[in-house]
């Protein structure tokens, strides 16, 4: 049966206005209240416990520097169902005397994780003072051990092989370093693919005597399609890595990134190596001080609700590019230790918690967003094969309008499949979030497989809705919409 959904002028055209100043009328038409939709329930949270295997993962990472207490957030990252943590497991944190390891901090991340049903998976680094003379940074980060001599080299190996040792059963996955071709995490030599392949080569040798199963991953800031090229068709990186991470940290997380991961992949495939793509870390704060870092992306501040639409854009991105996996920035906000390798640290980072980092620890609204991406995008949702979304308008050519549409709406829609034949169809308009979008447009979506007792998902509010035989007037939105056949997602909905 061929579903046609026809969405009316529903929303007001590129409204902007102050952050923070969400007029009510904006807000009633966000929650789809003027609608001719029939809510019938609300998607069901599960703890990451209670979901068997997903793609969707979360940041733990920099406790190597003690930016959070992590005690107060394992029961919380626990509820919102994600099955992936990254943690970075800090050399200096654990070797603070030489040739004693203390992996009782690490122990308790990783334990208390696995005990909520979260794997944890690590990123390994960063220097260590002990071995590193004149270093400007506390904790060393960024500081490779390739150049501070043998000494140095050596412990760095000692460390690694002891890291191994001591994880084995209960780490498989490993991605060395991070983001070693910028300048504020590698230091004191200028960022080199060549050096960084080096240090890969000998720490994935130790990692796979210790555990012959591991999964080795090397790591980009943003997707760097050009530095692939080199890993893998002239460095020969493919017969080392299990996976190739990337850290897409886009204002928008569609277009270019899209491009980005197929040149990745055919760069891949020309050096007939089977390494798999992740995305490792990336996030979108929910407030952008103008000192930031992040303000240099941007032209507007942010807020709690664009933090939330951004997340939902990346995990759906991420899962139609068939991604290994996919993991937001991060659990919580910094504390006054953070410190890259410049030197610089809090008062250049943006606020990218999903959790409040004081106080009560007050969930965003990004952390009800994951609950329900998480509730559907379980081990059963798979992007489909051949599956196609027609998207055709019907705006007046003389009308004042944008037309974003017409070039990008088709390439953002998507099929998913659950449970290998119930079709989940994701649609959104790839607007700036900052712009505030409430596109007046009247698109009618054409899905030329069969959809019986169609209902639309609104993953930001977890709200589902049923959809009329004769009248199916939808809203087209600035963050993905899912449309479901009821048989496939009904155990899912809280009625």
Known sequence: MKLLLQASALFYALLLFAPGSLPAQIEKLQNFKDLPLEEIGVLKNFKSSEISQSRLGIGFECLDRKVFEPSEFYD???????????????????????????????????????SRGVQPWFNIGYGNPIYMKDIDNPTAVGFSPLYYGEECLTAWKNYIRALARHFKGRIKIFEIWNEPLDKKFWRPANPSPEEYSKLVRLTAEIIRREIPDAEIGMCVSGTNPMAARKF??????????????????YTLPEPRYRNEISLIRKYIRSAKANTQIIQG???????IPPHSWYARKTWTNSDETLQAKWMLRRYTTDLSLDLKMTSL?????????????????????????????????????????????????DSKISPAEDEFINISKNISPTKKTSRLEECAVE????????????????????????????PDFSVK?????????????????????????????????????????LSAVEDLISK
């Open 76 to 114: 919380k990252v626990g509820s919102i169902g994600v099955k992936w943590a990254r943690c970075q497991t800090g050399w200096a944190r654990t070797e603070t005397q030489k040739g004693i390891y203390n992996f009782t901090w690490l122990d308790d991340v990783v334990n208390n994780l696995l």
């Open 232 to 249: 893998f068709c002239e460095l020969g990186m493919g017969t080392i890595a299990d996976f190739y991470s990337v850290h897409p940290y």
């Open 281 to 287: 870390e990336s996030g979108f704060p929910a407030d």
């Open 329 to 377: 920035f991060m659990v919580t906000d910094f504390n006054s230790n953070y410190k890259t390798a410049e030197g610089d640290g809090l008062n250049t980072e943006a606020v990218w918690g999903i959790f409040e980092g004081s106080g009560e620890h007050r969930p965003r609204k990004v952390y009800y967003a994951m609950r329900n991406f998480c509730a559907l995008f």
């Open 411 to 438: 390439s953002v829609s998507k099929v998913f499949l659950r449970e290998g034949k119930y079709p989940i169809l994701a649609y959104w308009l790839p607007e700036d979030l900052q712009m505030r979008t409430l």
């Open 445 to 485: 979506i054409t899905y030329y497989g069969k959809m019986p007792n169609p209902v639309l998902i609104d993953m930001l509010t977890g709200k589902v809705y049923k959809l009329k035989e004769q009248l199916r007037t939808l809203p087209l939105a600035d963050y993905p919409l899912f449309i479901a056949p």
